[in-house]
């Protein structure tokens, strides 16, 4: 049989124990390499070791320490080698500098530092005194070259409230990469006028440069990228948590491309060539938007100015860039009437010749040209042109609040080659209204003048309708004039091969009278509540041409309806025109860059990520935080494992005297809980039971 030993387990292995205690020895090791490895990295030997003096020494110091240094060379006591006397000298020149001084001292900014390891191979092998002085250029540090809008910390309270965009600058007088970046700033400022503000702070102010730097996770203020930092604030942003830092190459297009696209969100305008631009460009864009195409030598990305044009009249227009090249020089000529670039090129209605503008653009005179030119010339009656245009029943006319009765010629029908020849009548109508000498030479018995004078005072308008986009709106207009097939060849989707393009005239009459009288009316039902009130607040009197496409017999149809809407009395029907629908969806850039996020976005999100996780793996504090963990673990460890455990306890002897009074206690205690309980079916038989005899068993 087996032998059970009495004596206690024996003590837990190596490995065990080991295993036990991996959690802090881990810490340990960790908190070894931060001592050994990252906290020298982070605290390396600065310009003011080199020179064998205090940190932070001011400039006589500086020069003292050097002159002592230089005494002990000249006289030959001491001999430097060729790399500590240019470590040296770098530190003197570096130091002596009290521009380049405080931009080290308080920022860490050092922008010669590569200076030094060229200045080491170029005198390789040679004796200090070969080695050319002064090592370093200091031409750059005379304020006067400098021409900036340089903000203060006063300065900078009123930009804090203010809503509106800024780029601001950082620089430093005593910088050559400052200077250098003097003429590109400019160029950006230009290019950002009239969207965004633009300023510049020196590093003299340092309480506002420190609130503008970066923080380590230490606290300390530092410029990731050296001088010159650029820093955005967004529109509505008033502290420093929510401005962006531009961390690229300090070119004029990879700053305002940034500044547009990340800072303003606005509509990148994509470069077309001659074998793209027709298939990719003018045949996928909307027919009803005027095709707005610039022409560039530099290749350079659009303008912030002109991408923000681009947002603010995305509903009336598209835009292309091309490149120019010589070679497409005579196709640009003969398929848009382009001479040379850079140009702007407007294509509005179909046949229409291209509007073509030289020159280079800014802000204001391309908001005017885009201002004039955003309609076709036959304009279209949309949504968003209903109030512009006058053709709107809600009560509004071009000719003012004044006028009570005015009039919209409209051309309904499906996009086609029908549709076009109307619309090239219909401009020819609108022409010859508004040139005075042609209209005197048609009109003989001055028939067109009712037509003429209401186009002059804004109380006609001529405009086309797409049928098929907003069929309820040509239904509505022509439904009760035109059979119940007929109207389907002009409004509403397309069943067959034939489109008919109609003409119809509406008369608005504003009733001034009601317009005067605020009178407030109970609903009469719970449905009247829902629906309001819903009668147009202008009556409207629709007219349809059923002549032929002559100009002169369409004009004197329009002057024969003016005339006698405005001077016969003729029924005014008030009732609730359909809605023009929107035509064109909301790019998906109007949602903002805060829930789009572009593959440059990305990219910046995990840079800055990696970024930050850098920052903090290497912040010196985390060696001694993993040293302070890996003790207290071990510690706690050492604890749990010392004590006497449940089990231990549980197996050691007994005394007898305890053992047989707890036996006692429970044979009492089940005594007493069987003794009053009543005899079940189960329980044995009484002594004096017995079995009474049935009639009719088995025993008889």
């Known amino acids: ?379 279209q009656l949309r949504s968003v042109t209903s109030m512009e245009l006058g053709c709107d029943a809600q009560g509004y006319s071009r000719a003012g609040v004044d006028t009570t009765t005015w009039y919209c010629a409209i051309l309904a029908g499906r996009a086609g080659p029908e549709l076009d020849k109307m619309r090239e009548t219909m401009r020819r109508v609108q022409e010859l209204l508004s040139n005075d000498s042609e209209l005197k030479a048609a009109d003989e018995d001055e028939s067109f003048t009712p037509a003429a004078v209401a186009l002059t005072s804004k109380r006609l308008t001529f405009a086309w309708l797409d049928g098929e986009a907003q069929k309820s709106f040509c239904f509505f207009c022509l439904h009760s004039d035109v059979g119940s097939e007929t109207i389907y060849e002009t409004c509403g989707p397309r069943r067959d091969l034939t489109d008919a393009p109609r003409l119809f005239i509406v008369r608005y009459k504003r009733n001034s009278t009601e317009d005067d009288m605020k009178v407030e009316r109970k609903p009469k039902s719970i449905w009247d509540t829902l629906q309001g009130d819903d009668l147009d607040p202008s009556s409207q009197l629709v007219a349809r041409y059923k002549g032929s496409g002559e100009t002169k017999q369409i004009i004197e149809w329009i002057s024969g309806i003016i005339k006698d809407g405005d001077f016969r009395d003729l029924p005014s029907f008030r009732t609730k025109t359909p809605k023009l629908v929107p035509e064109d969806s909301e790019p998906i850039w109007f949602t903002g860059a805060q829930k789009i996020l572009s593959a440059n976005t990305m990219k910046q999100r995990i840079r800055s990520i990696i970024r930050g996780i850098y920052d903090h793996v290497g912040d010196p504090r985390n060696g001694p935080f993993l040293l302070l963990g890996a003790l207290l673990s071990f510690g706690t460890i050492w604890l749990r494992r010392s004590q006497p455990t449940h089990s231990s306890r549980s197996n050691q002897p007994s005394e007898p005297g305890k053992d047989e009074s707890r036996r006692e206690k429970r044979e009492r205690a089940r005594t007493v809980s069987n003794k009053d309980q009543p005899p079940s079916m189960t329980d044995a038989a009484p002594n004096d039971a017995y079995e009474m005899p049935l009639s009719g068993s088995d025993s008889e």
């Open 1 to 379: 049989m087996a032998r059970v030993s009495s004596e206690p387990s024996a003590r837990p292995s190596m490995a065990s124990t080991i295993k036990a205690y991996s959690v802090p020895l881990i810490l340990f090791a960790a908190a070894i390499c931060f001592q050994l490895f990252v906290i020298p990295k982070s605290f390396p030997a600065s310009h003011y070791d080199v020179m064998g003096i205090k940190k932070y020494s001011s400039v006589e110091e500086v020069e003292a320490a050097y002159e002592k240094l230089s005494s002990e060379w000249n006289s030959g006591n001491e001999v430097p080698s060729t790399s500590d006397f240019i470590m040296i000298r770098y530190a003197y020149e570096l130091l002596k500098n009290p521009l380049w001084k405080r931009n080290y001292d308080i920022f860490g900014i050092e922008e010669h530092l590569d200076l030094i390891e060229k200045v080491k191979a170029q005198y390789a092998g040679e004796s200090f005194s070969k080695v050319e002085l002064p090592l370093l250029d200091d031409t750059a540090s005379d304020p006067e070259d400098f021409t900036l809008n340089v903000i203060t910390s006063n300065d900078f309270q009123s930009i804090l409230l203010n809503t509106e965009p800024w780029l601001i600058q950082l620089f430093s007088f005593g910088s050559k990469r400052c200077a250098q970046f003097s003429d590109v700033w400019k160029r950006i400022a230009a290019l950002l006028d009239g969207i965004a503000n633009t300023g510049a702070v020196e590093f003299g102010d340092l309480q506002l440069t420190a609130y503008l730097a970066e923080k380590k996770p230490t606290g300390q203020p530092f410029f990731r990228n050296g001088l010159p930092s650029l820093v955005a604030f967004p529109p509505g942003c008033k502290t420093v948590d929510c401005l962006i830092r531009f961390e690229g190459g300090l070119s004029v297009d990879a700053v305002t491309d940034w500044f547009a696209t990340t800072v303003l969100s606005l509509p990148r305008i994509l470069y077309y060539t001659r074998d793209t631009l027709v298939p990719n460009f003018l045949a996928k864009s909307s027919p009803h938007k005027v095709k707005v195409i610039f022409f560039s030598k530099t290749g350079e990305r659009a303008a912030p100015f002109v991408r923000q044009v681009a947002k603010d009249y995305w509903l009336y227009a598209s835009f292309a860039f091309v490149l120019w090249q010589e070679e497409d020089s005579s196709f640009w000529w003969n398929g848009l009437g382009v001479e040379s670039a850079p140009a702007v090129v407007f294509l509005k209605d179909p046949g229409v010749k291209p509007l073509v503008y030289y020159g280079s653009l800014n802000h204001s005179w391309f908001s005017n040209i885009m201002e004039k030119n955003k309609q076709q010339e036959l304009p």
